[in-house]
Nanobody
Framework: QVQLVESGGGLVQAGGSLRLSCAAS????????MAWFRQAPGKEREFVAA????????YVADSVKGRFTISRDTAKNTVYLQMNSLKPEDTAVYYC????????????????WGQGTQVTVSS
């Protein structure tokens, strides 16, 4: 069983930065993909970024490219999302997700999810 726990959310002013963490436990593999999604009230869950657990390949959504960076610390079994130049439209609950072989970047392609952490960006 895979467990994912997010942390690091909070309230920040526009233009500021936050770093989210996702700690993984259970039988994840070095070949797995770890991803971040976000969901604002009344909106669909949106892909943000993903990385392979071990190889270090990264994928970032166009909406956050140049501002957000996904990284990992395999020794700590932790994936990070560094968020810079935050905008009010980045306000959402951010979720960590994992899957052995996702078929795409939609939320339906990931089997394991964390509980979410709230990010609020004020103008």
């Amino acid at each position: 069983q895979v467990q994912l726990v997010e942390s690091g959310g909070g309230l920040v002013q526009a233009g500021g930065s936050l770093r989210l963490s996702c700690a993984a436990s259970g039988r994840t593999s070095r070949t797995w993909y770890m991803a971040w999604f976000r969901q604002a009230p009344g909106k669909e869950r949106e892909f943000v970024a993903a990385a392979t657990w071990s190889a270090g390949s990264t994928y970032v959504a166009d909406s956050v490219k140049g501002r957000f960076t996904i990284s990992r610390d395999t020794a700590k079994n932790t994936v990070y999302l560094q968020m810079n130049s935050l905008k009010p439209e980045d306000t959402a609950v951010y979720y960590c997700a994992a899957d052995s072989n996702p078929t795409g970047w939609g939320s339906e392609s990931f089997d394991y999810w964390g509980q979410g952490t709230q990010v609020t960006v004020s103008s």
